[in-house]
Each structure stands twice: as C-alpha cells, then as structure tokens.
C-alpha cells in the first residue's frame, strides 16, 4: 500500500552548480593539471566516467539529476550514470549504488543547449529524511561520456574534489571502488542539479550571484561558502524542510557581456553568461524555489565591466519582474556588494568601482524593488578604512594574504549570520 503522504510530496532543489562556460573558460580554484584527462579542450572527454561528488542540502527517499549540455556544441551521449553515498574520496559507499534511468533507458543523448531530467531513484539508504544521519553527507553521481563529448559545459570552482577515468576507460559508473577513478578534479561537470522528493510544506532557496556566492577564498571541501552556511542555519532552524541551491559564478555580471556564444571558439569571458541571461536556468528552472538572495555588481564595476550604476539597477529590477512573474509569492532579497577598495586584482579595488558600488547598495537599500535586504556590506566592510575588514581577508583555499575582494570563511561565516531567516519564508 502506498504511504499516506506520497501524492504530497514534490521535487525541491537540494544542490546545484551553474554551467558558465566550455571547460577550460572559466575561474577555476586549486584545479590539478588535467591536460592528460582531457588533452584537447574542443574534444572534450572522450570514452570517460565522472564521479562527481555532491553535497545535499535537504534530503528525501527519492532523488533525481539534471544532466546539461548548455554550452556545448554537438549533442552528448550519457549512460553509465549511477548514484551512491560517498564513503570517501572517489569511493561509494558498499551496497548504496543505484542505476539512473532516463524515461525508463539506461541512456539519454542531450542535446546542445539543453537540459535532462532523470527519473526518480529510492536511495535505500535514507531511513528517515526528518532526521540528522544524513546531514552533511555527499552524493557520488557517475556518469559516462559515450565517444567524444566535445566541448564540455561546467563549473569551474566546485571547491570540491570529484574525479574522472583515463581516456577511453569506458563505463565505470558501476563501480563502487575508486580504483577507476585515477585522476582528481576540482570542478564539475554536466550535472548542474539535483533534487529531492521532499514534504509539500518544502521549498528552496536560491544563492544567485558571482565568486563571493560562489566562495572564491574558503576553504577546499569544507562547505563553508555563505549559502552552506546559510544552509545549516536553516536546517538548525527548520529540520529538514529548505533546500539552498548554490547559483554562484566566478567573474559573474548582472548584464555583462551581452552576448556568450557557445564555443568554438572559447570565449574570452570567464564569468559565463550574463546573470539576466542565465536567469531562466539557474533560477527559474529549479525546482521549489520560493526564495532567492541576489548578490552582484562589483564585476559590472569592475575595469573590465565599467558599467553604469543606471545600467546594473535596471538589470535587477528586470530580474526581479521576471522571477515575481514566474514564481507565484517568490520573496527576492538584494544583498549588498562588500567593498573592494584596495584590491589587488587589477580589475577591481579603484576609488570609482566603490562610489558606484556604494550608489547600487543604496538602490537595494532603498529602492522598494527588493522584498527584504540581506546587508552583507555592513558586516564585510570596516567603515574606518572603507575596506574589507583586516580578519576576512586572508584566503582560506589557497593560502597567502588575501586580495581585499573576497571574504574568507570567517567572513562567509559573518556573511550568513546576518541574514534574516524570517526573510527566507515564502509569501
């Protein structure tokens, strides 16, 4: 007899990663060496499994993956795909793998510039979805890349290590051992979502934003990125019942540039398409959303972007109609771009970013536009210097001073902590 509540239950995003370009463009953190897992870029992976591994955000008894082709340039074969606990490294977990299916086969060929929905999966091992057990653990999803991929969609700064076959391994998804698995990697690559089969009274939040969303400077495969943080503060608050989906890019712009061809050849751009352009995928698309915090601009400032504060003000307010339109009592919260003053990348930290920096927070602050404020500016920034305050700038992923640009855990720690959770509560 079926449960009770299952004609209740319904997909919610528990994890996401945004495609921001064909492999290699992009901003990736701590990447090994990977010209012997993929010699040629417009090749792409050839004959090759990934095992990417994945951490969730709310947890069900089913799941089902988002496997994407969105920058790539010929359709793609997947089969092979598999998914299981991680026990550690690439290893999963005895006895907890599962086959994926696609409309019932065992393989689905995507096609340029779009996106596939696997069907449900029972993770056998989810005992209790309301209890802690599962809490912080990650998923292992393997998949199989059938000949050549060509250029392969991705999101480069997963600071998370996943893993990838030799060349012309085959399908290795199969294998619970990690032995196949001989190279690391420190990006993800196709799968950019993953849901849960979650309580009607579920729902998810959405992190929409650049490298500070995406968490340039914490630390490597320590999930302290803000929306993480963010992610257990609502867990501790609510049990299991909100997903935070993670839509971060590295070098991301609010209306910048404004056109991101797909490859060949490579664009220029590492910051992947614009945050309006990639709207509808990363946002709109996901399952459950009811929420969503919008951190960005300082890239539109930025040497290389050189935008108007006119210009980036209006590209929210658009954002902001089209998610209202599209998502019935959605709650947009702005957040407020930390300072930059002072940083050492040459792009950034000018006295003219941070006047224009400072005007768009007072658009966020005051404009109405926004159904609440998350003042991540206020707690990054030191008003004495107008810089980042001296304790969130030494980088936590790498090492070394910091750039003044980007917080480090403690800061993303600052970060999440000053986010009202009423906010987060949908209409």
Not at 129 to 157: D, I, T, Y
Not at 404 to 414: E, F, T
């Amino acid at each position: 007899m079926a449960d009770a509540t299952t004609s209740a239950l319904k997909w919610v995003v528990s994890w996401a990663a945004s495609m921001q370009g064909p492999y290699p463009t992009g901003n990736p953190t701590a990447m090994p060496d990977m010209s012997r897992v993929f010699p040629l870029p417009e090749a792409g992976a050839r004959e090759q499994s990934f095992r990417l591994i994945v951490r969730p955000t709310l947890w069900g008894r089913e799941t089902r993956i988002r496997l994407s082709n969105a920058l790539g340039a010929r359709p793609i074969h997947f089969d092979g795909v598999y998914i299981g606990l991680q026990s550690a490294a690439a290893e999963v977990m005895a006895g907890s793998n599962r086959a994926v299916a696609f409309g019932g086969e065992a393989g689905v060929t995507v096609a340029p510039g779009e996106a596939v929905w696997s069907d449900a999966v029972t993770l056998p091992f989810v005992r209790d979805p309301a209890s802690n057990e599962l809490a912080g653990r990650k998923l292992a999803v393997s998949f199989h890349v059938a000949g050549e991929s060509g250029p392969m969609s991705w999101h480069a700064k997963a600071l998370q290590s996943s893993y990838v076959t030799w060349p012309g391994a085959g399908a290795q998804g199969h294998e619970e051992r990690e032995t196949p698995f001989a190279f690391a990697t420190a990006a993800w690559y196709f799968l950019d979502a993953l849901d849960m089969r979650a309580t009607d009274d579920a729902y998810a939040v959405v992190a929409f934003g650049d490298s500070i969303t995406d968490g340039t400077a914490s630390t490597i495969n320590g999930d302290d990125r803000w929306p993480d943080v963010l992610a257990r503060r609502l867990r501790a608050a609510h049990g299991n019942r909100i997903g935070v989906a993670n839509a971060g890019i590295g070098g991301n712009q609010v209306i910048g540039p404004p056109v991101y061809p797909p490859s060949p050849p490579l664009p220029a751009f590492p910051g992947g398409p614009s945050a309006l352009s990639r709207l509808e995928r990363d946002v709109l698309s996901l399952s459950g959303v009811k929420a969503v915090i919008w951190l960005e601009g300082i890239n539109d400032f930025s040497r290389n972007g050189n935008a108007s504060v006119e210009a980036v003000a209006e590209g929210m307010r658009a954002g902001v109609a089209r998610m209202r339109a599209r998502i019935p009592g959605v709650r947009v919260i702005g957040a407020t771009v930390v300072s930059a003053l002072g940083a050492s990348s040459p792009a950034h930290g000018h006295v003219e970013e941070d006047q224009k920096r400072r005007q768009l927070n007072a658009f966020i602050r005051d404009s109405g536009v926004f159904d609440g404020v998350a003042d991540f500016d206020r707690v990054i920034t030191d008003t004495a210097t107008g810089e980042m305050g001296a304790a969130f700038v030494p980088d936590n992923a790498l090492g070394g001073p910091g750039d003044k640009l980007h917080p480090n855990r403690l800061g993303y720690a600052a970060m999440a902590a000053a986010i009202d959770l009423a906010l987060l509560a949908p209409a």
